[in-house]
């Protein structure tokens, strides 16, 4: 068997380190634990680390990263994924699987705290470095998948997630532990990673954090809405640079043990139950759609051509 503890942390590609991790820092107030070999650790609180930048040619997504449970070590891990005869790839003391859209997947050893402090709420332990400004944690991730079938049975079957819930066919959540998800897929028919999630205390904080990223040129894709489904309150922030969006969220229902998945359907109310569906350019990352967005065409009458299409 396999069990994951948490996740993580996200890593991204970038064109410039320099820019890029300063660039993070001061929109979403994280802090810099770590530079070295053409990467930069950044952390919202006092985790290690929860985004990973990698200088690389082509910005965006890398991989996103697990940590194992505290009974599952990485022979448990090995194991398992030898029952589903997957191949994977040792590095960096963790195990590295791709998901059926080609997405690796790190899975990390367990760390146990090194100190009691370390278990204590978040607010109660003493820090010398954590600063004013930013999120409480790196929370989920969501990715657009071409095949959301494959997708569920390797989140589940391979890597142990349960499942949430159902949005009809077309999306699937998972969670590892009572957040309502830390894992989502949204089947558009093609795959690309659409967005990390940082969990703010509420939506006066949110609302601070999009006044200060609107003062540097960001724009909300979508929202703020709030989820039918999970019911969080969210804002959806579009970073261009990574070709990804940065969901800031609160307020996540719960998720008990006795929990049984429910089936949404495909309606507005599950997605927002304040207001309208995203726009079309929500679901894409090219420099069309990216416009359009920007402009808000779409709400002034223009239809977003379909990709490739000018």
């Not at 949110?206 to 809405?225: E, I, K, N, S, Y």
Request: aromatic share 10%; net charge negative.
């Amino acid at each position: 068997m396999i069990r994951l503890h948490r996740l993580d942390h996200v890593s991204l590609r970038v064109a410039d380190l320099d820019e890029a991790s300063a660039r993070w820092q001061i929109q979403f107030g994280l802090v810099e634990r770590a530079r070295e070999n053409g990467k930069a650790l950044l952390a919202c609180n006092d985790e290690p680390y929860c985004l990973e930048l990698l200088e690389g040619e082509i910005p965006g997504h890398d991989h996103f990263a697990f940590e194992l449970a505290r009974d599952c070590s990485p022979d448990d891990a090995r194991a398992h994924l030898r029952t589903h005869d997957l191949a994977w790839e040792e590095r960096e003391d963790s195990l590295f699987v791709d998901d059926p859209d080609g997405r690796p997947v790190q899975l990390m050893p367990h760390v146990p705290p090194a100190a009691e402090v370390d278990r204590w709420p978040q607010h109660a332990r003493p820090s010398t470095t954590v600063h004013l400004g930013a999120a409480r944690k790196l929370g989920h991730v969501n990715c657009l998948t071409s095949d959301i079938h494959a997708g569920f049975r390797f989140y589940t079957e391979v890597l142990g997630m349960r499942l949430s819930d159902w949005l009809d066919e077309v999306g699937v959540w998972f969670h590892i532990n009572t957040d309502h998800h830390v894992m989502a897929l949204v089947d558009v028919g093609y795959a690309h990673f659409h967005h990390l999630a940082f969990e703010t205390v509420d939506i006066g904080k949110m609302r601070d954090m999009l006044d200060h990223v609107a003062r540097h040129g960001r724009w909300l894709g979508w929202g703020p809405t709030r989820h039918g489904i999970a019911g969080n309150i969210a804002s959806y922030v579009r970073i261009v640079e990574e070709a990804c969006f940065v969901e800031l969220y609160c307020d996540m229902e719960q998720i008990q043990d006795d929990h049984v998945p429910r089936v949404y359907p495909d309606d507005r109310y599950s997605s927002n139950t304040w207001g309208p569906l995203p726009p079309r350019s929500y679901f894409r990352f090219d420099p069309v759609a990216v416009e359009y967005e920007r402009e808000s065409l779409e709400t002034r009458g223009h239809v977003l051509p379909p990709p490739g299409e000018a």
